[in-house]
């Protein structure tokens, strides 16, 4: 008997080729012309810690113990869901002349673009794991489950990419709403700050952001060395769940027509 996942996987495994042609391209593309090429996706993250490092160590003292470590595991995480989320508003209507030339699952084009978000971010946590103990971070047992968690943050994440790059086909002004809502969704997540420190009404605003469930699992984990709390972890669960469910349920109805939208 035939596995489910298997049967499901199949057809789009087939294409595994042309998505990686579209991110190898979109690599390219992002480092053409500049004289240390791909090097540049390790000094971005590299001058960032550095940059926190010193502004927080000698300019605004926090009082959370390791500071640094702590802004840093929410600054990475929520760049990824930044910039995954405003490049794929694009990712449609940028490959217009390839989806219009020939067939094939039109769902590989936003996940292609996620791909590429996370190949350049793969690198930013290889070097955040090469400073982890030099930041103050401490291994533990707990530390296998981060990639649970961010299988969950990446499927999230996916749903959102589905969503807006098949809207973005009908609604050309929702990449520059995308961008401000990003912009103001970075001091709605406790990125920088504890959220357990703030004021009740103020807290209960900032749950209701389900940034903070997935900040609250990777601080939990890669900064406090515990395990996230149970009902953090089911509420991160629903909202992947229901993000992907949206998504790709958005997404089959739409692509029916998007040649002719295009």
């Not at 000094?43 to 550095?50: E, R, V, W």
């Not at 990475?76 to 694009?90: D, G, P, R």
């Not at 929702?174 to 961008?179: A, E, P, Q, T």
Request: net charge positive; glycine share 6%.
């Amino acid at each position: 008997m035939p596995n489910p996942i298997t049967a499901t996987l199949r057809p789009y495994w087939q294409y595994r080729d042309l998505v990686r042609n579209l991110v190898i391209k979109d690599l390219k593309v992002r480092y053409q012309g500049a004289v240390l090429g791909f090097f540049w996706s390790l000094g971005n993250p590299l001058a960032l810690i550095l940059l926190y490092d010193f502004v927080f160590t000698h300019i605004f003292r926090s009082n959370l113990p390791n500071y640094i470590l702590y802004l840093v595991i929410g600054v990475l995480h929520y760049n990824l869901f930044a910039q995954a989320v405003s490049q794929s508003c694009e990712s449609l209507t940028s490959a217009s002349g390839l989806i219009q030339k020939i067939y094939f699952p039109r769902i590989l084009v936003p996940t292609s673009s996620l791909l590429f978000t996370l190949a350049l971010w793969v690198i930013a946590i290889f070097i955040l794991v090469v400073l982890y103990p030099f930041l103050g971070g401490v291994y533990h047992w707990g530390l296998l489950l981060y990639p649970l968690a961010l299988g969950l943050y990446i499927a999230f994440i996916w749903g959102i990419v589905l969503t807006f790059s098949v809207l973005q086909v009908e609604l050309r002004d929702l990449k520059h709403m995308v961008d401000i809502a990003v912009m103001f969704l970075f001091w709605l997540t406790p990125v920088g700050y504890d959220i357990n420190v703030m004021k009740p009404t103020a807290r209960e605003i900032i749950s209701l952001n389900p940034l903070t469930q997935f900040m609250d699992l990777f601080h939990a984990l890669l900064y406090s060395g515990t395990l996230p709390a149970l009902n953090h972890v089911l509420i991160a669960c629903a909202w992947a769940i229901g993000t992907v469910s949206m998504g790709m349920v958005l997404f089959r109805r739409k692509a029916r027509h998007l040649v002719e939208d295009l």
